[in-house]
């Protein structure tokens, strides 16, 4: 099993910086990959930011050279740097952990970004 925990969320002003935590906890053995998806208000969840196991990123067209994905495996974290932040990043962040394994992918509760016009 593994949990996942999401922290950094808050209030920033467009332009500014935000960093986004995802602790990792239980057996990551089985784990492929992690991502960040967020959810605006009325809007479906989408992801923004991918990881795999070998370091390989991908990211959404619209958040590209602002976000950047990156994992520590000695602190079992991975986290999601938001550079030159927008109105339209306002969202809940979830982080995710894709085991194809145990064919399930984990989630955290998310956290809140709200970036100020």
């Known amino acids: 099993q593994v949990q996942l925990v999401e922290s950094g969320g808050g209030l920033v002003q467009a332009g500014g910086s935000l960093r986004l935590s995802c602790a990792v906890f239980?057996?990551?053995?089985?784990?492929?990959?992690y991502g960040w998806y967020h959810q605006a208000p009325g809007k479906q969840r989408e992801l923004v930011a991918a990881?795999?196991?070998?370091?390989?990123?991908n990211y959404l067209d619209s958040v590209k050279d602002r976000f950047t994905i990156s994992r520590d495996n000695a602190k079992n974290t991975v986290y999601l740097q938001i550079d030159s932040a927008k109105p339209e990043d306002t969202a809940v962040y979830y982080c995710?952990?894709?085991?194809?394994?145990?064919?399930?992918?984990?989630w955290g509760r998310g956290t809140q970004v709200t970036v100020s016009s």
């Open positions: 239980g057996s990551t053995l089985s784990i492929n990959s």
């Open positions: 995710t952990a894709d085991s194809p394994a145990m064919a399930k992918t984990y």
């Open positions: 990881i795999g196991r070998g370091g390989t990123t």
